[in-house]
């Protein structure tokens, strides 16, 4: 009886786990399809209207006018009055390494310890989350999942979201190191009796010099002969040689400027700046140094009382404005969850300035060209990656995004979710009352 029952609960386990099951990741791409009638929004600010575009073993083969005298390949997509997108990508993300966030057991993204730039997020990467897979129905493909924690959080690595693991979801590995740069300012213990207002940080300069010595370190060790392996102090050294992109989470106008010259003088070959708040007080310089901004979430309130009201969704203009390259990023509370609606921040800054080219080019070609992923992905061209999406109306607006195919490398990816189950289940049961 004891056996039985043992064998009941077994089969109850196995049939639940089948029920909440990721979809199955669609298989290699093995016949050309060609799309054809949609507005092609190219992502490099160029627009096709009567579009075809035609591509085969993950790659695109064709794109230009309907209206060409071209022989059509493969299964025909009819995309008339449609709109055909790249594949959105979202930079400075935690999905995949965080399920449950009141579950410790499944939070693995950030790791003990101040100094820890030889931490790879990508090993902890799961390609079967459910979070990750809520982010396709809204063409969010793409994106590079990102360490949290420590003075130095670790490495990062972009990633394709529809994979069977993280081996197979690596798109770049180890593309960059993150540091979260010391505040200037302080809040005030008020729990010591101190001034619970914002007070200069009096061990500001230290920290950075903890940081600086730690980077002389690294270039010590790896200029050397060692006998024994520093792990941490040669995940540093891609960032001196150009191979790793050093991000630097700092908001203040006197944080960024710091970080700058920090990284000129210590030989970065490559910086960004994450979240920064008050770029836009120094764009000018951002420019001069080639330097891109990961900006904060458009969909936030401003930190400062005499910040203008709309300060943030207009932000990204006053950026792009000034010639600096511009990405957008869900930074801050629920940021995995808010990472689907990184297409409606890019609407926000059409509605405060910004063309809806330049809008899309916020989370297509500028994170790629971030990412350094632009050979490949971002942008709709004869040669680039097949991973776009078709909508039935404008992807930017929550209204009409209302994706009806995708792709990843060619391959036609599923769109169902545990949400789109659950949408449609109740659907069902309120339109039938």
């Not at 493969?74 to 399920?99: C, M």
């Not at 449950?100 to 693995?108: E, Y």
């Not at 009409?400 to 490398?409: V, Y």
Request: proline fraction near 3%; glycine fraction near 8%.
């Amino acid at each position: 009886m004891k056996n039985l029952k043992f064998i009941f609960i077994l089969i109850l386990t196995l049939c639940s786990s089948v029920v909440i099951a990721q979809e199955t990741p669609a298989p290699k791409q093995t016949k050309a399809i060609t799309i054809e009638g949609a507005t092609a929004h190219l992502g490099n600010g160029k627009v096709i209207e009567n579009s075809l575009i035609m591509f085969n073993e993950g790659k695109i083969t064709f794109i230009g006018s309907a209206l060409m005298k071209i022989a059509r390949v493969g299964e025909i997509i009819d995309g008339k009055g449609k709109h055909i997108y790249p594949g959105f990508i979202i930079p400075n993300s935690t999905l995949g390494l965080v399920e449950i966030d009141a579950i410790k057991a499944s939070d693995d993204d950030a790791e003990m310890g101040t100094w820890n730039p030889h931490i790879r997020s990508l090993i902890a990467y799961n390609a079967e989350s459910k979070v990750v897979e809520s982010m396709r129905p809204n063409g969010v493909l793409l994106g590079q999942i990102t360490p949290r924690g420590g003075r130095i959080c670790g490495t990062s690595s972009v990633v394709q979201f529809d994979a069977w693991n993280w081996e197979d979801a690596a798109i770049k590995t180890d593309d960059g190191i993150h540091i979260n740069w010391p505040n200037s300012f302080t809040n005030g213990r008020w729990w010591l009796g101190e001034d619970p207002g914002l007070k200069p940080n009096k061990e500001y300069k230290n920290q950075i010099t903890e940081i600086a010595n730690y980077f002389k370190e690294s270039k010590a060790y790896n200029k050397g002969i060692n006998t024994v392996t520093n792990l941490p102090y040669e995940a540093l050294q891609g960032i001196f040689n150009g191979s790793k992109t050093l991000y630097i989470n700092v908001d203040d106008e006197k944080g960024i400027t710091d970080a700058i010259r920090f990284s000129k003088e210590n030989g970065v070959k490559n910086m960004v700046v994450v979240g920064g708040r008050e770029a836009y007080k120094i764009a000018n310089l951002l420019k001069q140094n080639n330097i891109s901004v990961l900006l904060q979430r458009v969909h936030s309130r401003p930190s400062n009382d005499d910040d203008d009201y709309d300060l943030p969704y207009k932000m990204a203009k006053l950026l792009v404005d000034n010639g600096v390259v511009v990405a957008l990023q869900a930074s801050g509370q629920m940021e995995r969850m808010n990472s689907r609606n990184l297409p409606f921040y890019a609407g926000t800054t059409v509605a405060h300035g910004l063309t809806k080219a330049q809008a899309l080019q916020l989370i297509t070609l500028n994170p790629a060209k971030i990412l350094g992923i632009d050979n490949n992905y971002g942008s709709l061209e004869s040669g680039k990656s097949a991973t776009l999406f078709i909508s039935e109306g404008d992807a930017l607006d929550m209204r009409t995004n209302i994706i009806t195919h995708a792709f990843i490398d060619g391959r036609e990816i599923s769109l169902e979710t545990h949400q789109t189950k659950l949408w449609k289940r109740y659907s069902e049961k309120y339109n039938n009352q």
